[in-house]
Nanobody
Framework: QVPLVESGGGMVQPGGSLRLSCTAS????????MAWFRQVPGKEREFVAR???????TAYSDSVKGRSTISKDNYNTVSLQMNSLKPEDTALYYC???????????????WGQGTQVTVSS
């Protein structure tokens, strides 16, 4: 198991930006799919973005497309740059690692503890 640790969350005003990072305790292998999900209380975990480690291919949910960028920082860190943040982006953001090119949370085996993002004026 490769523990994942998220960082970078916080409170920001609407229109602001945040950069979330996810660091694995060891090297992320080329077969991995790294993803970000988010969840608000009472709702299911929602896919945000994913990245294929071997090729750098990415995919985004419609809710963040054009405002967010998932990227590989180094051998064990993936980041999510979020711009033009909206109050509806407020959620607990999770990093996940899986092996399927999927937007379904149950397809991801390893998860971090989450980092809170709050967008409010």
């Amino acid at each position: 198991q490769v523990p994942l640790v998220e960082s970078g969350g916080g409170m920001v005003q609407p229109g602001g930006s945040l950069r979330l990072s996810c660091t694995a305790s060891g090297r992320i292998y080329s077969s991995a799919i790294m993803a970000w999900f988010r969840q608000v209380p009472g709702k299911e975990r929602e896919f945000v973005a994913r990245l294929r480690w071997s090729t750098g291919a990415t995919a985004y949910s419609d809710s963040v497309k054009g405002r967010s960028t998932i990227s590989k920082d180094n051998y064990n860190t993936v980041s999510l740059q979020m711009n033009s943040l909206k109050p509806e982006d407020t959620a607990l953001y999770y990093c996940a690692r899986g092996s399927d090119w999927s937007s379904i949370s149950s397809d991801y085996r390893f998860w971090g503890q989450g980092t809170q993002v709050t967008v409010s004026s």
